[in-house]
C-alpha cells in the first residue's frame, strides 16, 4: 500500500497569512495527487486534482505542486472561511489512501 | 450540478447487516465511475470500494478491511448506487459518503463531488 503522510497535522495563522501544507508519498504516484478540504460536520470538498489543477469553482487562491512522491498545498491570503482540515490522496494505486490531515486554525 | 445523498445508515448490532444508499442527480450516472469513502468519528477519511461505469462492465474494487463483507453495485435505471454491508464490526463504525470520479489527463480517476454522507454506527 502507498502511505500518505502530511506534515504538519496542524498549524495556526492569521487572516490574511499564506500556509503551506506538505504531503509525502511513500512510493512514486505519478502525479496522481488530489487534496480536499473538510468542515466540521460537512462532507469534503474537492479542490485540486493532478497536483496542480483546480476543481471547478475553486479560488485560484489554492495552488498545487510538486512531483514523485513529495507535494504541497499552498493557500494564499487566509480567509475566516479558509480555516478547515486538508487532506491530500493517492489515486494511482488501490487502496485509495489519504494522509492523516492538517487542521489550520485561526490564530 | 450534480447532487449525491446518502441513506440508509443507522444502529446496528456487531455482526448485522445494513444497506447504503446513494441517489445521484444532475449527471449522466451510467457514464461515471462510483465510491464510497467513510470517515470514522475524529479520524480522516478512508476509501472503502469503487464500482466503474457500465461502460467498464461495473465492476469492483474493495479496501481489504471490508473486502468480502461489503460489496459496491448500482441500478443505472435508478441513478443509484449502493453498499450493501454484512457482519460488521464496531469498527465500521463512520459517516458513508459516496462519491463520483472524473478521470484526470492521464486517464485515472480523481473525486470530484461528494454526498453529505449518513452515519452507521455498529454496537450493540
Known amino acids: 500500500d502507498i502511505q500518505m503522510t502530511q506534515s504538519p497535522s496542524s498549524l495556526s495563522a492569521s487572516v490574511g497569512d499564506s500556509v503551506t501544507i506538505t504531503c509525502r508519498a511513500s512510493?512514486?504516484?505519478?502525479?496522481?495527487l488530489a487534496w480536499f478540504q473538510q468542515k466540521p460536520g460537512k462532507a469534503p470538498k474537492s479542490l485540486i486534482y493532478?497536483?496542480?489543477s483546480l476543481q471547478s469553482g475553486v479560488p485560484s487562491k489554492f495552488s498545487g505542486s510538486g512531483s514523485g512522491t513529495d507535494f504541497t498545498l499552498t493557500i494564499s491570503s487566509l480567509q475566516p472561511e479558509d480555516f478547515a482540515t486538508y487532506y491530500c490522496?493517492?489515486?494511482?494505486?488501490?487502496?485509495?489512501?489519504f494522509g492523516g490531515g492538517t487542521k489550520v486554525e485561526i490564530k | 450540478e450534480v447532487q449525491l445523498v446518502e441513506s440508509g445508515g443507522g444502529l446496528v448490532q456487531p455482526g448485522g447487516s445494513l444497506r447504503l444508499s446513494c441517489a445521484a442527480s444532475?449527471?449522466?450516472?451510467?457514464?461515471?465511475?462510483m465510491d464510497w469513502v467513510r470517515q470514522p468519528p475524529g479520524t480522516g477519511p478512508e476509501w472503502v470500494g469503487r464500482?466503474?461505469?457500465?461502460?467498464?462492465?461495473?465492476?469492483?474494487a474493495y479496501a481489504a478491511s471490508v473486502k468480502g463483507r461489503f460489496t459496491i453495485s448500482r441500478d443505472d435505471s435508478k441513478n443509484s448506487l449502493y453498499l450493501q454491508m454484512s457482519s460488521l464490526k464496531t469498527e465500521d463504525t463512520a459517516v458513508y459518503y459516496c462519491?463520483?470520479?472524473?478521470?484526470?489527463?492521464?486517464?485515472?480517476?480523481?473525486?470530484?463531488?461528494w454526498g453529505q454522507g449518513t452515519l452507521v454506527t455498529v454496537s450493540s
Open positions: 462519491a463520483r470520479e472524473l478521470p484526470d489527463n492521464s486517464g485515472f480517476y480523481f473525486f470530484d463531488s
Open positions: 444532475g449527471l449522466t450516472f451510467s457514464d461515471h465511475y
Open positions: 464500482i466503474r461505469s457500465t461502460a467498464r462492465g461495473s465492476t469492483t
Open positions: 512510493q512514486g504516484i505519478n502525479n496522481h
Open positions: 493532478a497536483v496542480s
Open positions: 490522496q493517492q489515486y494511482t494505486a488501490y487502496p485509495l489512501n
